[in-house]
């Protein structure tokens, strides 16, 4: 692959906060502790190394490439865009933007337009953080045991992450074990990533906060009712609740709750747990 030098900074880039601004945003997130302490390790990493530049020492010789592992709708795209932020604010990338994409966006139809299209994903990425959602369907197999145009991908994906591991974060993100099965096809692949984060469920306490908060976003509040009905509801589907979709089905339940209190003539206000029945 050919070397370019980064694109100019987009004007649709948001400004570049201080690392106290960011950090609130992190800290308000409802759940992820043990993210959160992720987090704090990989910057901790950072700043050793500012510190270790200042002093004249190399720094240590650790890429920004993480993997996000867990269920849908466990923030981990909110997760990818702070931790541009806060590398921007850190000062370990310049502009901390997010290029997001998946399996389609890389693979393409023809033939040779799996490393092109990767190689420009990357390119768009230089500054900031390349999310790759669903990143495990790039090791998918078909009936031959082969997948050319995800293998393809990978290949090229290991190269310029070394090649700019010092310029650009990549973050793959999906399930738990179809991830380690992608990093079983591609050993070279896991041996390019510093960090993995696992995003746990969000527990049926942290999904009513979660509600409550899209509730309020959308000029509405949780009666009493409403809540209780909610968390029973919450405690009876957590064992389905990563194929649900964890905060994703929270914010859907209250979607619904409201198109009901809408047409009941009530645009702003209360809902009510008759609002979230069907």
């Known amino acids: 692959a050919t070397t370019a030098a980064p694109p100019p900074p987009s004007k649709s880039r948001p400004r570049k906060r201080r690392p106290e601004e960011v950090w609130a945003e992190i800290d308000s997130l409802v759940g992820l502790a043990p993210v959160k302490q992720a987090l ?136 738990t074990e179809p991830t380690k099965e992608l990093f079983r096809v591609n050993p070279g692949l896991e041996s390019r990533i510093a960090f993995t984060i696992e995003f746990p469920d969000y527990s049926p306490e942290e999904l009513l906060a979660i509600a409550r908060l899209e509730a309020r976003k959308q000029g509405f509040y949780l009666t009493g009712g409403a809540q209780d009905w909610l968390l029973e509801h919450f405690y009876s589907v957590q064992p389905r609740i990563g194929e649900l979709g964890n905060g994703r089905y929270a914010r859907k339940l209250v979607e619904g709750a409201i198109r009901r209190a809408v047409m009941a003539g009530r645009a702003t206000g209360e809902l009510q747990a008759e609002d979230f029945l069907d």
């Not at 530049?53 to 890429?63: A, E």
């Not at 702070?82 to 604010?89: H, R």
């Not at 997948?147 to 290949?155: A, C, F, I, R, Y």
């Open 40 to 175: 704090r390790e990989v910057a901790a990493v950072v700043q050793a190394n500012r510190e270790r530049r200042k002093m004249g020492l190399p720094p240590l010789k650790q890429s920004l490439h993480m993997v996000f592992l867990g269920s849908p709708g466990t923030g981990k795209t909110t997760v990818a865009r702070l931790v541009g932020e806060l590398f921007a604010a850190l000062g370990a990338l310049p502009s901390g933007h997010l290029v997001e994409v998946d399996r389609g966006k890389l693979t393409g139809v023809y033939r040779g337009e799996p490393a092109k299209l990767t190689e420009e994903a990357v390119r768009r990425a230089l500054g900031g953080v390349l999310f790759i959602d669903e990143a495990y369907a790039l090791a998918k197999r078909d009936w031959y045991g082969y997948d050319t145009q995800g293998s393809e991908v990978l290949s090229t994906l290991v190269k310029l992450m070394e090649d700019y591991r010092d310029r650009v974060c990549v973050i793959l993100a999906g399930y």
